[in-house]
């Protein structure tokens, strides 16, 4: 026990003569200690599509053409934005190219449109190979809703077309 005991006075001893008594000091009069705490939060742009394929299905094209829904209509789709108060935050959306099979080419703008609802109202909007707009909100948010989309069966040389679809989430 008195091994212990002088193993204790020795680190006692340690502590005091090696911080200078500072430690010691700071708990027997009760100066204040300031810690600064920092957190670095960055800003977070999240984006979900239900699928990743949208298929229409093959109609004897009629006169005059009608659109076609695509199948498993509607389409869900989740945009989340961690962004500082105020600031703009933009989905958009467009087409890579053309509807192409082979050497065959059919205009994604006359053929492909789609309409919002629960959260992304409006429409229809056509397809383009430019970036659209498709709902603008400020700060923070998350914005859930569905799109439908519908392709104009005219007369075409057959094929499997196919284009690509990308959705942006953007936020300067």
Known sequence: MKKLIRGIVIVAFLCVALTGGQLWAQGVSGNPVNVT?????????????????LNFPWTTPQNPPVWIAADANP??????????????????AQATGELVSGRDIIPVANHIRWTGALGFAGGPWYLTTSAQDIVEWSGFGIRRGTFSFEYYNDPQAPG?????LVYTLVSP
């Open 37 to 53: 705490v920092q957190v670095n939060i960055q800003q977070y742009l999240w984006l979900w599509f239900d699928t990743d394929t």
């Open 160 to 164: 499997t077309y196919k284009t690509t």
């Open 75 to 92: 389409h869900s789709i989740v945009a989340l934005a961690f962004v500082p108060t105020g600031q703009e935050v933009r989905l958009q």
